[in-house]
């Protein structure tokens, strides 16, 4: 698969700082792309490791070279030099998945005002064997409140702007010594519409030098970068409270990262006495932050070896809400369903069908959306266009459908197989079913309750898919860990909790479990 420079051209700048020893890996994994850029460029930031000689072994690489000036610096070089209408930018110690332009390119082709769109990613380590996958983050419908409150892409290279847009804003701050990216996200975002996919775009290699590790310095830049936005978060509510809530995560989160790494120093007697240098420097930096993670620190080591469990609260037989949280706030559940959807907005177009109402229809697929339907049981809801039965499928068309939204209802049906029969059946050729099931929940004590049947993994949900969408046609994701299928359990809603830990996702105790299937 290629693109037609004619249609769209496409730029990647590689940056590198003494990383020549994984400089051909990105290299190659640029030119390997099943949609070719139009032109690869490398910049060299002033190394001392002699990239040049990589680059050499590459007619179709273009290479410069500039003194010491930092990230920032070096991409804004790449850019300027650039010619394409979308620009990538890749680091030399990473690598892009071979499906990463094209993409990202069709969520432009989808999306064709927007400033920028991104995936997700996965970890490597040194030697390029992956380490686990990174779940996507989605920006959601105001993408700078979601930005103030975290960077929600976590990986640049995962990233393809319109050039032009970048350029207009001015490219990447050189004062930042690091969270440059972080810096453009925002006042992109503040201005413009972002689009994302779930697709994994790119490997993140994880090594010893990575900048990433200097927890005071990447502290004080994510602060730098949050403390220019701070007038213009005062100007609206939410993000007002949006930035009060990423000030207050990033001190936790580098708190955090400092205290493992102590700890980890403290188990292999190495490199102690920079670790707590380090430690020191981003207590002042975040005092309360710090003391609040020790204590957290002190009382897992408590329990540990003195074999109990810190329960507080949550020493009770009864929750604290017995309406899933919805009495308290946005239940915790809500919270991964509306992340999935958000992943999944461009694929609510056309004629949708949801079921219940139409609510996630509007606010997920918005323009995009030709004709919204809602399936019910019982006939009275406003907005019902079809009543019945999915298992059944009385009355709803063959081939009608290019999506179908399908949150949280297919565990209560009894014959789950029959009614996704149904369903492949009313979508259209080339239409999509968006579909999320419960695996730890309370079971519904008023309406549902009686055919609440099944709690269903990702496994069986994968299974159940695949028998009749075909297993390549099938992508399964999960949502959730203990901790949030705990507070779930006892009712209590998502601002209850911590929301770092809440998007922590474990494949073995997830919450909900999530699918999008094709009929191809």
């Known amino acids: 698969m290629t693109t037609s420079p004619a249609a769209v051209s496409v730029s990647v700048v590689i940056t590198t700082y003494n990383h020549a020893r994984f400089l051909a890996e990105a290299i190659d994994s640029v030119r390997n792309q099943t949609v070719k850029p139009d032109e690869i460029i490398v910049v060299d930031d002033g190394s001392s490791d002699n990239p040049e000689s990589v680059v050499r072994q590459y007619e179709d690489v273009r290479y410069i070279r500039q003194k ?92 393809l702007y319109r050039r032009r847009t970048l350029e207009a804003a001015g490219g990447f701050d050189r004062s930042l010594r690091a969270c440059e990216d972080y810096d453009v996200y925002l006042r992109l975002s503040r201005a413009n519409k972002v689009a994302c996919t779930p697709e994994c775009l790119a490997d993140y290699r994880r090594h010893a030098t990575n900048m990433s590790n200097n927890n005071p310095m990447m502290l004080r830049a994510a602060l730098k970068v949050l403390r220019r936005q701070r007038d213009i978060a005062q100007t609206n509510p939410d993000w007002a409270a949006a930035h009060r809530q990423g000030v207050e995560k990033w001190k936790c989160y580098y708190t955090d990262m400092q205290l493992r790494q102590v700890a980890t120093a403290l188990r292999l007697r190495s490199s102690l006495a920079d670790q707590l240098g380090n430690t020191i420097a981003v207590s002042l930096v975040a005092p309360l932050q710090t003391a609040m993670m020790l204590r957290r620190r002190f009382r897992r080591w408590s329990s540990r070896h003195r074999s109990i469990v810190w329960f507080g609260d949550l020493q009770r037989t009864a929750p604290f809400s017995a309406e899933f949280g919805f009495d308290r706030g946005r239940p915790v559940d809500r919270r991964y369903i509306e992340t999935f959807l958000a992943s999944c907005s461009s694929n609510i177009s056309g004629r949708v069908l949801e079921i219940g109402d139409n609510a996630y229809t509007i606010r997920f697929g918005g323009s995009r959306v030709t004709t919204s339907d809602v399936l019910n049981r019982y006939d009275g809801h406003p907005s019902t266009t079809f009543v019945g039965d999915l298992a059944k499928g009385d009355g709803l068309p063959s081939e009608a459908f290019d999506c179908i939204v399908l949150t949280q209802t297919l565990h209560l049906l009894f014959d789950m197989p029959a009614a996704v029969a149904t369903l492949w059946r009313i979508l259209k050729p080339g239409g999509v079913l968006l579909v999320t099931v419960p695996w730890v929940s309370p079971i519904d004590r008023g309406e549902w309750g009686d055919s609440w049947f099944w709690s269903i993994t990702p496994a069986a949900l994968r299974r159940l898919l695949s028998d009749r969408f075909g297993a390549k046609n099938v992508e399964v994701s999960h949502y959730g860990n203990p901790y949030s299928a705990t507070g779930f359990l006892y009712g209590l809603a998502e601002h209850e909790l911590d929301s770092a830990m809440l998007d922590v996702h474990d494949p073995n105790c997830p919450v909900i479990a999530a699918a999008r299937a094709f009929r191809r």
């Open 68 to 159: 010491n000036q930092g990230l920032a610096a070096a991409r804004n070089t790449g850019m300027t030099a650039a010619c394409g209408e979308f620009i990538a930018f890749l680091d030399a110690d990473d690598r892009l998945r071979p499906m990463a332009l094209a993409t990202n390119l069709a969520l432009f082709r989808d999306n064709p005002n927007y400033a920028f769109v991104y995936g997700a990613f996965r970890d490597i380590d040194e030697t390029g064997a992956i380490r686990n996958n990174v779940p996507l983050r989605p920006a959601g419908q105001d993408p700078y409140a979601g930005f103030l409150t975290d960077n929600l892409i976590g990986m640049h290279a995962t990233v």
